[in-house]
Every structure is written in C-alpha cells, then in structure tokens.
C-alpha cells in the first residue's frame, strides 16, 4: 500500500466504508431476526430491540451510500452511476459489482417499504423484508469478489465472523420457529416480567 | 345492563314534533324497552329523504360527531359515502368493548328502533343496499334486537335488510378496523389503514361506519332538524350525548346529557366543600380525589380542576384527556388511584391484538413497571423508565391501543404523582383495597376471541 493522495483518498474511502457498511448490515441482520423472533439484548427491553434494529439499519444506509458515492466518483476505476443501480453494467468487474447493484436496489425496497409501512398492508410489508436474507449474502459475495482487502488478514476475520454470527442466529431463528399464538403474546411477555413482593 | 338509569326530571311534551329537553334518546318515563308502537307514537314515522346524500346539509348543519370516542364530523364521513364509486356497507358499532362504557347496549336495548331508524337513514343517504348492526355478545339483547328487526319488517319499515352480526368480547374488537376485519370473515383485529377516506372491505368495497348512539341521533336530526339537534349542547360541541357514570359510592349510571355539562354538576361534585388543600372534593357520592374521563383510552384530572371542567372536547383536549365515549368515573379519596392504573394497565397490555412489536412487549412492561409503582417502596427509577418506555410505544402500533393506554397511565403518573412519592416512603393513602374501576373477569386468552 501507498501513502493516501488526493488522487487515492476516495479509494481508500470506498473501501473502508465498505467494510463498516458490511458489518453494520450485519448488525441489523442479526437484529431483525432478534426482533422478528422477540428476542432479548441485555438490558434493553425488547421493544427497544425494534427501534435498534432501525436505527442500526439507518447507519448502515449512511455508510452505504458514502461507499457507493466514493466509489463512483473515484476516478481511480471508472464506475457509472448506472453500474451501481444496474446489475452487470459495470466495465470494471462485472460480475462482483453486479452481486453489490442486485444487493443495493433489495435495500433500497426494504428501507423504502419500511418508510411506507403505515400506507401498505402487512402481508406485503412482510414479503418483501424476506428479501433481506437475499440482501445480505449478496453483499458478503460482492464484498469478497470485488475486493482484495477482504481475502486476507484482520477484514477476512471478520468476514467470517460475520458469516458465522449469521448462521448462528439463523439456526437460532429456525429452532425458535414455532410462533406464539397473537392472543397470548402480551401475556407471555407479562409472565416474564418480576412480580412485586406484596401489598402495602 | 346498568344499576340504574338516571333520567333528568324534565319531561317532553309528548306528541309535539319538536321535544323540548333531554333526554331525547331513551324515554323519559314509561315502559322500557320501547317497543316500535311506543317509538312511533312519541317520534312520529320514519320520513326517508328520497335519494343519497340529502341527509348530509342537515346532518352537517347539526353539526353531529361521532358518539363512539373519535368525535368525527358525521357529515364528512356521509358526504364521502354518498360521493364513493360503489355503494358503501353501512354498518352501526354496537360493539362496545370499554369494560367501563355501558351505555351502546342500554340504548340498544331501551331505545333500539331509533338506531335502527337511523341505520335505515345512514343507508339511504349512502345508496347502500344492505346494513349490519355490530353488536357484543350478549343473546338477550341479540334476541330483544331480532324481534326489533322482526317488527320493523312486519310494518314494511325498512328499505334495507340489517343483518346483526356478534362482536367479539375483546377491548379492541369495536376498532373501525377491527369491525371491517370480521365483516369480511376474518378475525376482528386491529388493521393499519390509510388516514383519508372510508374504510375497506377489499378493494372497491367501502364500508361506512357510525356508532350506534351517532345513528339514533341521526334519526332525530332527520326528523326534528339540525337547529332542533343545537338546542342542547354548545356552539363548537352541540348535542347531547350518552354519558355512563361511576360514582364514589359505586353505583353506575348511564345518562343523557348535554354536552358541554358542567363535571362538578353530573358527578355531584362540591368544589367549594373541598378542604384544605382543596384535592379532595366532596360528592353526592362521598369524597372524591381524581375524576377519570374517557374511558381506558382516557386520562385522569385531579378532582379539584375536573370540578372546574365541562364535558367538551374543548376545554378537555387541551388537559391531555376527551369526552371520548362518555365515560367518567369518580374515584373515591380512600382508593389508591396507582393501584386503580395498575389493574386497567395490566388489562389493556392483555388486551394487545399481539400483532405489533412494541405495544405486545412495551405494554406488558409497562404494566408491570406501573404494578411496582403501585406497591410498597418502588424504585426511585420507576417512573423516569414509565416515561421512557411511555415514549417508546407512542405512536408504534397499528392501531391507537399503545397510544392511548399510554395516555391513560401518563396521566395516572401526574395526577396520582404524591401518592407516587408516598409508595416510595412506604405509605399508602389507600385503605378500601376493593376494585373501584369495572374490568372483565380475567379469563384465559385465545386467537379464537377475535372472531
């Protein structure tokens, strides 16, 4: 590695981001499955859980988009803005940027279909935040493909404990599948809560 | 049914067309319930207006809201439904699922032709076809609302067929959204729904829904007219309403009332008796400390400044709390209003249609944050993560229940805040430890309720 110019500073950007970017998105992977099988963080109550995820998932854009904007913008590899919204358009590594283009736009329609929530029905709401666990491996190939930085040393460890972490929480999702009846959710929740000691 | 019925002595002239006084809804003396004879013989005929939408001028010079807790300018909703590409389901809320509001199912049962008078209307100004009425589950007043039903064809009354359907015995089985659920067959939940326009059955299918103390008023309004309907009540709020009552001694009464009435003069409340400090004031009913209005979804006010309130939205909305469906109780000064919050609080989290994360988790919590607070010693820490938890939910469901069974316990949190400070030290003002606020006996939950 050379020493960061005016000339590399935006590739240098592009990369860091995206590696924040990528473990952010891991953070609200894991998340939402927390959320979607109300699970708990200590500490937190696990209505708060929700608000994280959104939260977490909000950073996560942010650094999404200085990726991408470096990236474009970066006159080091010449990367339209089509490339970036367009899968496969890209001159320049195709293929794995094409993974990054497909993984961006599923974003785009969770974060825009969360926005419109209020305005849409449930069912389709849910339907297309499936498509988050298409989302995210899609990332980690694009990541792996796309970059040499994530192939070796400190970024590749914590790729694969990224991936790790995911498939655990998956497992943990699967075995929790069976869904507590609507009716009994509050009271569930009730029950776990400590009881107080007496009466005055 | 209620304890009693507390009818204010004024009589109307009976026959005349325009009744003077209240009530104008249940009878002021006489054989309850009124059978269609009786109603006929004191209202006069059902006039239809003859086409769609002509009822809406009057109704909006009225000035009538919805009776059911929203307070909805009844002309827009009619106007939207006159207006609809399709014919609207027209459907009366009898569902009434406010554990303390009693008076839906005493009007339907001592006055049930005037609400069928005005669903009859409801569907004419809304070129609908057919009707349903939502009523809860109770076979005596189903029974007693057939035969209604069953009169009213016999006389060749009704222009559209009214089908009643049973409504769920759950607190938010009488949503708007929740009684489009179940007439589509599906269970009575709560829906997340657009903000403008009438609610849907599907797609092009547009139901218009008014409570049912909205539609008898309705059938009054086409008879005796909009300026009659402003008689009573005020400028911005006219009308009367049914109120139900829970006085200090315990005893429950629906009655009507015109909005705008005075608290201190329907709860028999004596501001100027009050002792000093002036928190507790006395009633007909012995001493009172907090007065709670509107219901579950409703907010307490200190007895001394409710004494000093009317029943209106304008004077009520600004303190946090509305007339909602009329509901207001007095609790009495030997009763500890945190262990009062505490119990409604652990029944509306129950209450959770369960279907969005933070009122099924955050409610719960609550609850048992605002149980701790109610017994001996809590943690100083209590009520700041009441509050914060309070802010959480807020605004987080896809119905109103988290915002306003937060609304209740924040004002629990205000005016009950000395008390507060005393379960902290140890003490209690509390010494009658019996329930004073009405709530269904518990009973196990199961998705099967909703439908």
């Given amino acids: ?200 | 049914m209620t304890d009693s019925l507390t009818l204010p002595a004024a009589a109307p002239a009976g026959g005349t067309p325009r009744p003077a006084g209240l009530p104008r809804l249940l009878p002021a003396a006489g054989t309850v319930p009124v059978d269609l004879r009786a109603h006929l013989g004191r209202h006069g005929p059902l006039h239809y207006t003859g086409g769609p939408g002509r009822l809406v001028a009057e109704v909006a010079a009225a000035g009538l809201t919805g009776r059911g807790g929203a307070a909805f300018p009844v002309a827009r909703k009619l106007a939207a439904a006159a207006e609809a590409r399709q014919a609207p389901l027209v459907a009366g809320n009898g569902a009434e699922s406010e554990p303390a509001s009693s008076k839906d199912r005493s009007l339907l049962w001592i006055s049930p032709h005037l609400v069928l008078d005005g669903l009859q209307l409801t569907a004419e100004a809304a070129g609908s076809g057919s009707a349903v009425l939502y009523v809860q589950r109770n076979e005596r007043l189903h029974g007693r609302l057939a035969q209604a039903i069953a009169e009213r064809a016999a006389a060749g009354i009704d222009a559209v067929r009214v089908d009643l359907v049973p409504a769920p015995d759950r607190f938010l089985a009488g949503q708007e959204s929740a009684l489009t659920s179940r007439l589509t067959g599906k269970p009575a939940l709560p829906a997340y729904r657009p903000v403008r326009g009438l609610p849907r059955l599907a797609p092009g299918r547009p139901a218009l829904v008014q409570n049912v103390e909205t539609l008898a008023h309705l059938a009054l309004i086409a008879r005796y007219g909009g300026s009659w309907f402003r008689l009573a009540g005020t400028e911005e709020e006219p009308g009367s309403m049914l109120a139900t009552l829970h006085l200090a001694d315990g005893r429950t009464n629906v009655t009507e009332v015109p909005l705008g009435i005075g608290l201190a003069g329907l709860l028999g409340l004596d501001p100027a008796a009050a002792g000093p400090g002036g928190d507790i004031v006395p009633s007909a009913g012995g001493p009172v400390q907090a007065v709670l209005v509107g219901g579950y979804h409703g907010a307490w006010l200190p007895a001394a400044e409710a004494a000093r309130l009317p029943l209106a939205n304008a004077a009520l909305r600004p303190l946090g709390a509305a007339v909602g469906a009329g509901v207001v109780a007095a609790l009495p000064a030997d009763r500890c209003g945190l262990a009062e919050t505490a119990r409604v609080a652990r029944y509306l989290a129950l209450e959770s249609a369960g279907q969005c994360g933070p009122c099924f988790n955050g409610l719960p919590r609550i609850a048992a944050a605002m149980d701790h607070l109610a017994g001996p010693r809590p943690d100083q820490r209590a009520r700041a993560d009441l509050e914060r938890w309070a802010g959480l939910v807020t605004g987080r469901g896809a119905c109103h229940h988290p915002d306003g069974s937060v609304r209740f316990i924040r004002s629990a949190l205000r005016v009950f805040a000395a008390e507060a400070g005393l379960h902290e030290r140890g003490r209690c003002t509390g010494t009658d430890p019996r329930p004073f606020l009405p709530l269904p006996a518990g009973r196990p939950l199961s998705d099967a309720d909703w439908s």
């Fill in chain 1, 1 to 200: 590695m050379t020493g960061i110019t005016h000339t590399t500073a935006l590739w240098y950007a592009s990369r860091a981001t995206g590696v924040v970017a990528l473990l952010l998105l891991t953070a609200v992977l894991l998340l939402g499955i927390l959320v979607n099988r109300q699970g708990r963080l200590p500490g937190l109550p696990s209505f708060a859980v929700t608000g994280l995820h959104r939260n977490v998932s909000l950073l996560a854009v942010a650094f999404l988009a200085i990726h991408v904007i470096t990236a474009i913008v970066d006159p080091y590899v010449t990367i339209g803005l089509a490339a970036a919204v367009l899968p496969f358009s890209s001159g320049y590594k195709p293929f794995w940027l094409g993974l990054g283009a497909i993984s961006l736009d599923l974003m785009a329609a969770l974060i825009l279909t969360s926005l419109a929530r209020a305005r849409m029905s449930r069912r389709a709401w849910r339907g297309i935040h499936w498509l988050a666990y298409a989302a995210w491996p899609l990332a980690v190939g694009h990541s792996l493909g796309s970059s040499s930085d994530t192939r070796s040393g400190l970024v590749l460890s914590l790729l694969v404990g990224c991936v790790l972490a995911v498939a655990f929480a998956v497992a943990w999702r699967l075995s929790r599948a069976r869904e507590i009846p609507r009716a009994s959710r509050a009271a569930a929740v009730l029950s776990r809560m400590p009881a107080r000691k007496a009466d005055l």
